[in-house]
């Protein structure tokens, strides 16, 4: 809660801030509002504290706390790497940040609901100022044409979201997720009212995080809107939905969890192929991570579906780590995009980042082995969380994602080809120019993504 | 010393010859580099006959321990028995002399160094083949004598014309016998399976005394697949043919290895299992009959060979032929007599020729050579000397030795007799002819030649000599019975018999005294016959071999070597050349490639299929999510 | 642990190594990673188990785990860093690859891995380190290969890493029965049903059988060899395919005993196949590097047939012949890369005349070939003696048609030697061999000699362990 | 009460139905159309589908949360559509155009 809205404040104090044009100063406050929200979220959860001890809407327990963390910390990067881009245009220093930050909060409510009330504000104070961001490049028709496919698809979701609520609450009676769930689990037979309602809520969902057949604006809209609100998608906005997901279906509606699981694993399974298989000939590095993300996506509702076999915080780790992972990795090759900050994002200007800057390209690499699941990067043992405990239920679809994995390191080798390969105007060429920012960006990600895995197996 | 620590010493001075000059050889004066490499195998000799003449019991000496696994045992370890001991005689003692002879031989060579590195290797592995203690010692050996002769054969790998060729043919050598090793290999381990062991004295303890025998089967398995490895060591069809090719090497090389020593390493190792013969009739007979095809074939090439060392190893070939049929009869002493002298004629024989070589500047194609008798006298007269020995000129070492084979053979079956009679006869034939073209007539090559020609130095003939009076008196060695009686006779017989396990044990029954006595008269009667046709026919008339191309049929047939290389070309080289094509362009690079390229190429292409769906159209979008609603709720509708 | 700490910390170092003294870094290096494990040789007792590390309690990602070694790791681990260590000589001369800080920091790195692959007792552990060692290597080949790898090296890495994937499939599956705990012991002594086995060694046969490589999933081999430089071909020869050889040993083979009579004739046969197969291939081929290519092929072919027989005699064997080749192909590459250095060309229908201008290069070059021909006195013949013996105890026909390697391994062999070596005086000019190239030939040399005419040192080492191992199949698959 | 609201005789199934029905409009409209500001108000009209369903519920179960959800969805529409309408302007002045079909410009 005190995270909630010292972010909120901070926000709002950017909003003012950026009236006096001093990017550095915008930029300096986000990041104290930022680091501040990480110590209230500490803080609150370490000593119980409760802000409002009466209001019950949001709950801050520990997966909440988990995944909030992650959020406030990706977004404090996605600032950092983004710092010049976003603060591109001085009349609007501080609204993009101000944006994101926002968001954030929407992606801290997503966390920690506990009613379909802060359930939905929480995801249209996500949703709508992404809307806004991935339009940030005014002049680009391309990044209007992103935000506008982002805003009409995902005002479509809402809608579907919406009338699932509305079923759910016509069978139930009431918005409150335990009292949902003790709904049904106390009568004896559910009507088919909150079964399709929770259907649609499942469709929502699965179009917010992008998976097959919900994911078509993902391409589009990673592909169309800047790089930092590309990985900002990819990352806090995927979070927080999982998390959703996570607080929505394994623990409200796990006892029917018959009717969603089969539809879920089917669509884990088409996400794996579809983001896979399209991601293999592109051409465009945006373009291919989202694709990758739709596959990653694939992967991670595999540990969605199979909380059935263990306790609660098991699968909330499998996850929680999965994506962990796989936003660190986002964030270093957003960074890379935003080092190299080429409009046509052409996949021929990654040829030859490490020769013309070895750290640079270590690097990429790194994160590119990651998300292939490549030991030791932490990506390997994201997948080895959600895989071994998969195979206890579903052993045929483990080996499904596992080949998949196979056809995703085509891909990926090929980028890291083109990574290590010679520039092709050789022997001179221009200079990668990184600043100290995106430096400690890349360094943080980095050494997690290293020693994520390893370090881990010490503890 | 006793003679456990003697026999290490044994094998030690040949290595420390090979080592010094394998790595300081090539800054010691030629002179010196070669004297040490005699002065070793000399000592060894010097040492081999102390031990044999202190031999009574057999004596074994262990080195270390190779191998140790629970079920699997092997020791590096030496044994001595008269029969490892008179082989080792004759290594040394006629590796003594090949060496003086290559001292001058060799002398304007330039890897003077590197031979005698490479022949001191030889003499050490041939000893460790005679002298191991177990049979996986002697496949070391074995293998050893094998990588020597590889690289004598191949000794002038860097000639200007023959360079590659020279490679090529030690090259065939080493395949041909790694063939036969492989069989013997097999033997081995047939071996270790039946009696868990491979220690000679085990072996023929469980065999002689224990009485512990494997089934005919098997027994059969492992004999055959000895001789398998026989057959390619000691050139026996179906892998001779590398015998002549391996004539590419210096003359010496030929005398010591595809003469003298190496190639009677089968007949070793048939002498040294002949227990285990003995309880396999059949391998026996297998033996007899392919000693016997050898010996004819290779006698029938050597007819028409025009180059002097293809003819001389066409002729090893054919005794190799005979003795192979002697130990088919069981004539294990009769075997290794003619081992004996054919190590000493066939020496002379080679030497001899190398001292032509030397003479005649390199050349060896006899059509070009002729009246070489006057001017190298010595060189004539213990060549005539080794040629009367081989042709079983009455009273020379041949004469002996061959003819205990002829009597074993009569007493055996006449057919083989007949057949062994028309190799001998062949023998006769070819070696006078080879005799008189080359030192009677006139001379056939150019003047500059002519003028060159020269006697080789005493380093040279000195060897020669010592061999031709070795290949007259021979012979002694194992006296018929009917010329003395008593104590002279048969000494090789009684030696053998003496200590090396099994060997007592066979009585071969002598042909009674009549007999003898009528097959001994029809040998000198073809020796002598063939001597006097093939004077009147060379020396008289001085008819020298016609072109190839004037060849009537039989003669082609011959001087082609009745076309074994074409066969083998067609049989295996050829083939085994296509699959090697045929698996590297369609099943390598088409056929598995092609199922990884395809794999990839499908999954790129799917991946194009999948893009397509991808439109960028909001509409489509949304009807997609649509029908996922649908889709979904359809689901639940069945579920229902 | 320094064992496995000093490799990290060398690929590290190596990165902030001025230029000029990096080579000579390096190789004290790896000579310090030599006499570590020579420390660690001469406190070991034959039979035990040496810990290295280990988690007491549960980690984060549920399981418990040990690193250690037995005799068999010892092997391994020194036959590592001995590898490294000649590798690393063998490019001194090549100062483009060995001053190159990514070089020697990625041949460091791929030791670490190598090394943890021998120690990890836990399958996790062993799978990371598995994969860890496919990246160093991967990036040799692609920095410093010939021209047109880039395919042949996506091919390699996607063929190998989706075998592994097969092998993580099994893991996983395995990890089911034991409840996520990939413990060595744990995982030996559980007892699964021959489905189960069969499932679970499929994977890891697939991933064995990639790496190692066995027919018909070899295709990768040749190109690859062919375009990686030499360390990498090194690399990938010398070390890389013992991990497969070592994994059959170690995991496959006590995990999946339950489905050993499934398998063991599919292994026994593709080996086979291979062994005659690529010799076969190799006899035609002209490209040196190629024919020892096709030649390694046919080489680990008997290996891993041998591996399939369930005797001491036939583990011991393997064992010595995985040393054994790991040094020769190291040796056969080297002067394969020697006459390309020289030369810059390969094929030998174009080189000849070579021995007259470098005898001592000839002398060394043909020490090599009888090692892999494997003559007696050098260690492949005591590897191939008693991999063929119990190959053919076990079945006659199968023994005798491995046998046939000892020929046909004579004649791509000796082709290759003599077509690049013999003949007239080169017309080319050949620097014969350099001082340092002398003594990395005469260190593999006097290896292969030793356990050639020595082998008990490495059979007392190993043989306690692999009982063991012998002992926990034996339990099971009957 | 079951089935029936309050001072009403018009059965809960009605106006499930009535809802269902207009939220499918609203749905094929955003589908079939090109337009984007039809297509926003087809949003707008899923929306209030939403609502009337909403708004029956809450009658159904005589609880009042229903109706404040209402005015959330209410609140939030009028969010987005103010989001919604300005990115069309801005698309506008890009592309002189508020055709959907035209703006393909990202597809693979």
């Not at chain 2, 001595?80 to 590796?95: C, E, F, K, Q, R």
């Not at chain 2, 002493?333 to 390199?362: C, D, N, Y």
């Not at chain 3, 030791?111 to 836990?122: K, N, P």
């Amino acid at each position: 809660m005190i995270a909630l809205i010292t972010l909120f404040v901070t926000g709002l104090i950017t909003l003012f801030v950026a009236f006096t044009r001093k990017p550095l100063l915008v930029g300096i406050i986000a990041t104290i509002g930022l680091i501040g929200g990480l110590f209230g979220l500490m803080y609150e959860s370490r000593y119980g504290i409760r802000l409002f001890p009466d209001y019950h809407g949001l709950n801050f327990d520990t997966t909440a706390v988990m995944f909030s963390f992650i959020c406030i910390i990706f977004t404090t990067l996605l600032v950092w790497t983004g710092f010049k881009p976003l603060t591109e245009n001085e009349n609007h220093a501080g609204d993009h940040i101000a944006l994101m930050i926002f968001s954030l909060c929407g992606a801290l409510i997503m966390t920690s609901f506990t009613d379909f009330f802060m359930f939905f504000l929480g995801l249209e104070i996500l949703s709508i100022p992404v809307y806004v961001l991935a339009g940030m490049k005014k002049s680009d028709a391309l990044s209007s044409e992103a935000s506008l496919k982002y805003f009409l698809t995902g005002s479509f979701a809402t809608g579907i979201l919406l009338f699932g609520i509305a079923w759910i609450y016509g069978s139930t009676g009431s918005f409150d997720l335990l009292e949902i769930k003790n709904a049904i689990l106390n009568s004896t037979h559910n009507s088919s009212l909150l079964y399709v309602g929770v259907l649609l809520v499942l469709a929502s969902f699965l179009f917010k995080i992008g998976a097959v057949p919900y994911h078509f604006w993902s391409p589009d809209v990673y592909a169309g809107s800047p790089a930092t609100i590309m990985g900002f998608m990819a990352s806090v906005v995927k979070i927080a939905a999982f998390a959703a997901i996570l607080r929505l279906f394994t623990d409200t509606f796990d006892s029917i969890s018959g009717v969603w699981g089969p539809l879920v694993l089917g669509v884990s399974v088409l996400s794996m192929f579809v983001g896979n298989l399209s991601a293999i000939k592109q051409t465009r590095v945006r373009r291919l991570l989202a694709y990758s993300s739709i596959a990653h996506v694939g992967y991670a509702l595999l540990a969605v579906v199979t909380f059935d076999s263990v306790e609660t915080t098991t699968y909330h780790y499998n996850v929680y780590y999965y994506l962990l992972a796989y936003g660190l990795a986002t964030i270093i090759l957003i960074t890379a995009e935003n080092i190299i900050n080429d409009e046509s994002d052409d996949i021929e200007n990654w040829v030859g980042i490490a020769r013309k800057n070895p750290i640079l390209g270590l690097f990429i690499i790194m994160a590119i082995l990651s998300l292939a699941g490549v030991p030791p990067m932490m990506g390997f043992f994201g997948k080895y969380l959600i895989f071994s405990q998969a195979i206890y239920d579903y052993p045929y679809i483990v080996a499904i994602a596992l080949l998949n994995s196979g056809i995703g390191i085509y891909y990926y080798l090929k980028l890291i080809v083109k990574v290590l390969r010679k520039p092709y105007e050789a022997p001179k060429f221009d200079k990668l120019i990184i600043c100290s920012l995106q430096w400690i960006v890349l360094i943080i990600s980095g050494v997690l993504l290293l020693i994520g895995g390893f370090l881990l197996l010490l503890f | 010393m006793s003679i456990q620590q003697l026999l290490p010493l044994l094998l030690l001075f040949p290595l420390i010859g090979a080592f010094i000059n394998g790595t300081a050889g090539k800054k010691l004066p030629k002179i010196v580099a070669g004297s040490l490499a005699t002065l070793m195998t000399f000592v060894s000799f010097l040492i081999a006959l102390t031990i044999f003449l202190n031999l009574d019991q057999p004596v074994r000496s262990l080195l270390f321990t190779m191998i140790d696994i629970d079920s699997l045992h092997l020791d590096a370890a030496l044994y001595a028995d008269n029969l490892s001991m008179w082989m080792t005689l004759i290594i040394t003692g006629v590796g003594s002399l090949i060496h003086l002879f290559s001292m001058g031989y060799m002398s304007h060579d330039k890897g003077y160094y590197k031979f005698f590195t490479y022949l001191n290797l030889f003499i050490f592995s041939m000893l460790i083949l005679v002298l191991g203690s177990n049979y996986f010692m002697l496949f070391f050996g074995w293998e050893g004598v094998g990588i020597c002769s590889y690289l004598l054969i191949g000794f002038h790998y860097d000639d200007e014309q023959k360079g590659l060729l020279n490679g090529l043919a030690a090259r065939k050598a080493f395949i041909m016998n790694r063939i036969g090793d492989l069989g013997l290999l097999i033997g081995l381990f047939l071996m270790l399976l039946s009696f868990g062991t491979l220690e000679y004295e085990q072996v023929s303890r469980m065999v002689l005394v224990d009485k512990i025998l494997p089934n005919g089967n098997m027994l059969f398995a492992i004999t055959i697949c000895l001789f398998i490895g026989a057959t390619g060591k000691s050139a026996q069809i179906p892998l001779f043919t590398w015998l002549p090719d391996a004539m590419a090497g210096p003359t010496p090389v030929s005398a010591l290895i595809h003469a003298a020593t190496m190639v009677t390493a089968g007949i070793f190792l048939v002498v040294r299992s002949n227990y285990l013969f003995h309880y396999a009739p059949f391998t026996r007979e297998i033996i007899l009959y392919i000693g016997l095809a050898t010996s004819i074939v290779a006698a029938f090439i050597a007819l028409r060979q025009n180059d002097i060392k293809k003819v001389l190893a066409y002729s090893t070939v054919s005794q190799l032929g005979l003795i192979f049929v002697a130990l088919g009869l069981e004539a294990y002493t009769t075997a290794i007599f003619h081992v004996t002298t054919h190590a000493f004629f066939k020496a002379l024989l080679f030497l001899g020729s190398g001292s032509v070589i030397h003479a005649m500047s390199g050349e060896q194609d006899i059509r070009k050579m002729g009246g070489l008798k006057d001017k190298i006298r010595i060189t004539h007269i213990t060549f005539l000397i080794g040629t009367l020995a081989i042709s079983g000129f009455p009273l020379f070492s041949g004469f002996y030795s061959k003819d205990e084979i002829l009597g074993y053979a009569f007493g055996h079956s006449l057919t083989i007799y007949i057949l062994l009679v028309i190799s001998v006869t062949m023998t006769a034939i070819y070696m006078f002819r080879l005799y008189f073209v080359v030192f009677h007539g006139t001379f056939r090559d150019s003047k500059d030649v002519e003028h060159h020609v020269h006697e080789s130095p005493l380093s040279m003939t000195l060897p020669l000599m010592v061999l031709a009076v070795l290949s007259v008196i021979g012979g002694v060695l194992n006296l018929p019975g009917i010329f003395l009686h008593g104590s002279g006779t048969h000494f090789l017989n009684n030696l053998l018999n003496k200590n090396v396990a099994g060997l007592d044990q066979i009585h071969n029954v002598h042909p009674d005294h009549t007999t003898t006595l009528i097959l001994m008269g029809v040998a000198v009667a073809i020796c002598l016959t063939t001597l006097f046709i093939s004077s009147i026919v060379y020396k008289k008339k001085g008819s020298v071999p016609s072109e190839d191309a004037q060849l009537s049929a039989w003669e082609t047939f011959s001087n082609k070597k009745m076309y074994w290389d074409e066969l083998y070309d067609i049989l295996f080289v050829k083939p085994i050349e296509w699959f090697s094509k045929v698996f590297y362009t369609i099943v390598d690079s088409f056929i598995l490639s092609g199922i990884i390229e395809g794999v990839v190429r499908t999954v790129a292409f799917s991946g194009d299929i999948v893009r397509k769906w991808q439109t960028g159209k909001v509409n489509s979008y949304i009807l997609w999510m649509v029908f996922g609603i649908i889709g979904f709720i359809t689901y639940y509708l069945i579920k229902l | 642990m320094e064992l496995l700490i000093l490799p990290l910390a060398l690929s590290l170092v190596s990165l902030i190594i001025p230029k000029s003294t990096r080579r000579f870094a390096a190789l004290l290096g790896a000579l310090a990673s030599i006499v570590i494990a020579v420390v660690h040789l001469t406190s070991f007792h034959a039979g035990a188990f040496v810990e290295l590390f280990s988690s007491n309690h549960q980690t984060f990602f549920r399981m418990t785990y040990q690193m250690g070694y037995d005799g068999l790791g010892l092997a391994m681990i020194l036959l590592t860093n001995v590898i490294v260590f000649v590798i690393l000589l063998a490019n001194f001369e090549n100062v483009n690859i060995a001053s190159n800080k990514m070089f020697n920091s990625m041949v460091f790195l791929m030791q670490f891995a190598l090394l943890g692959v021998f120690t990890s007792f836990d399958l996790i552990l062993f799978y990371i380190f598995w994969e860890l060692s496919l990246i160093p290597v991967f990036l040799i080949a692609f920095w410093f290969g010939e021209k047109d790898r880039k395919r042949t090296l996506l091919i390699f890495f996607i063929y190998t890493f989706i075998g592994s994937l097969a092998m993580l499939f099994s893991i996983f599956y395995i990890g089911t029965l034991t409840t996520g705990n990939y413990d060595y012991q744990t995982l030996v002594d559980i007892e699964m049903n021959t489905k189960t086995a069969l499932v679970v060694c499929m994977g890891f046969f697939f991933a064995f059988a990639v790496k190692i490589p066995l027919f018909p999933f070899h295709t990768w081999q040749p190109e690859t060899y062919t375009k990686s430089p030499m360390a990498g071909t090194m690399l990938l020869s010398g070390l890389m395919l013992k991990m497969a050889l070592f994994g059959i040993l170690r995991w496959m083979l006590p995990l999946t005993p339950e489905a050993y009579h499934c398998y063991k004739y599919v292994i026994i046969v593709l080996g086979l196949i291979g062994v005659i197969y690529a010799a076969v291939i190799a006899m035609k081929q002209n490209d040196l590097k190629k024919i020892f290519a096709y030649a390694s092929i046919s080489h680990v072919g008997l290996i891993a047939a041998g591996l399939m027989i369930l005797s001491i005699d036939a583990f011991t064997g393997a064992v010595v012949q995985m040393v054994n080749h790991a040094f020769v192909a190291v040796g056969l590459f080297l002067a394969a890369d020697i006459i390309d250095r020289r030369l810059g060309r390969r094929d030998i229908q174009t080189l000849g005349g070579i021995a007259v201008k470098a005898p001592k290069f000839a002398f060394w070059f043909a020490v090599i070939c009888f090692a892999a021909v494997s003559v007696p006195l050098t260690s492949g013949f005591i590897g191939e003696f008693l991999l063929i013996k119990e190959l053919f105890t076990d079945n006659a026909w199968i023994g005798v048609l491995i046998g046939t390697t000892l020929i046909l391994a004579c004649v791509y062999t000796f082709r290759a030697y003599q077509l690049s070596m013999y003949g007239k005086e080169s017309s080319f000019n050949f620097n014969d061999l350099t001082i340092t190239e002398i003594i990395t030939f005469a260190i593999i040399s006097i290896i292969v000699v030793v356990f050639g005419i020595y082998p008990q040192l490495l059979i007392d080492l190993v043989k306690p362990s692999l009982e063991t191992i012998l002992m926990t199949i034996k339990e099971s698959s009957i | 009460m079951e089935g029936t609201l309050l001072n009403s005789g018009v059965s809960l199934q009605f106006y499930i139905i009535l809802a269902t029905i207009i939220f499918c409009i609203g749905v094929l409209g955003v589908m079939i159309r090109r337009n984007a500001i039809i297509i926003l108000m087809c949003v707008e009209l899923m929306l209030n589908a939403v609502n009337l369903l909403m708004v029956a519920f809450s009658n159904y179960h005589g609880k009042g949360d229903g109706q404040i959800f209402v005015f959330f969805i209410m609140v939030v529409a009028a969010a987005e559509a103010t989001v919604g309408l300005s990115i069309l302007v801005l698309l506008y002045r890009n592309r002189k155009t508020v055709d959907i079909g035209l703006f393909n410009k990202l597809k693979d």
